[in-house]
């Protein structure tokens, strides 16, 4: 197989990019990366100096590939299957990604600040920080509450990018901020997606690893 994933089974950017690789069966090798082994996180970092994952290595076309939604376009460009990630009409093709980053940048970063904030020390908590973020996460919540109200998916009754990063991203700010109570719709949503064979996969292998998930 030409293609290996450098990722982590509990990183919800993972779970981004693994949504794409079983929605079409596409090969890969996995490679897990511990962050707390040094020899790891500098092999890690001579692959992608930032030093985060996921990153894919393609072997066959010599290219190596960060960050999930590039990750997610080049497969769809290069490796495509069943599901097309990114319509090809133009306007479409926006939307979707207008969508991804909608999710990622005000609901799953918004949950990140959060969860993250659970790991710090005592005296390095946040508290202005966090309440920004809950605010910020819940005003987009509600936007998307109103959004898949009648849809099945992000776009409409397609499987795009836009639900790939829309299954980690609400599976975790459900995990810190209970969905169904206030956005039901939503909820449903989230429901829809893990029980897609793609995002249920990711998540039974998922499993071993959630005892570490900071519960406060």
């Known amino acids: 197989m030409s293609l290996t994933l450098h990722f982590h089974p509990l990183s919800s950017f993972c779970h981004k990019a693994l949504i794409a690789l079983y929605e079409n069966d596409t090969?890969?090798?996995?490679?897990?990366?511990?962050?707390?082994?040094?020899?790891?996180?500098a092999a890690l970092r001579a692959l992608w100096p930032?030093?985060?994952?996921p990153v894919l290595q393609d072997s066959a076309?010599?290219?190596?590939?960060?960050?999930?939604?590039i990750i997610i376009e080049y497969l769809d460009q290069h490796y495509p299957g069943k599901t097309k990630f990114i319509p090809d009409h133009?306007?479409?093709?926006?939307q979707t990604?207008?969508?991804?980053?909608?999710l990622d940048l005000h609901i799953h970063m918004q949950m990140q600040t959060i969860v993250g904030d659970r790991l710090r020390p005592a005296d390095k908590k946040d508290a202005y920080g966090v309440a920004q973020a809950r605010e910020l996460m819940d005003r987009a919540l509600g936007m998307l509450e109103r959004e898949v109200a009648s849809n099945t998916w992000a776009m409409g009754e397609t499987f795009t990018m836009a639900?790939?990063?829309a299954g980690p991203a609400l599976f975790y700010a459900d995990k810190v901020a209970p969905l169904a109570g206030k956005f039901p719709n939503v909820a449903a949503y989230l429901g829809r997606l893990t029980q897609r064979p793609c995002y249920a996969r990711a998540l039974t292998e998922a499993e071993p690893y959630f005892r570490y998930?900071?519960?406060?």
């Open 27 to 41: 090969p890969f090798t996995p490679k897990l990366v511990n962050l707390q082994d040094e020899a790891e996180r």
């Open 90 to 94: 133009p306007d479409l093709a926006r």
């Open 97 to 102: 990604r207008l969508r991804d980053r909608f």
């Open 163 to 165: 639900d790939c990063a």
């Open 61 to 69: 076309r010599d290219r190596t590939v960060p960050e999930s939604s």
């Open 213 to 216: 998930f900071p519960t406060e």
């Open 50 to 53: 930032i030093g985060k994952f």
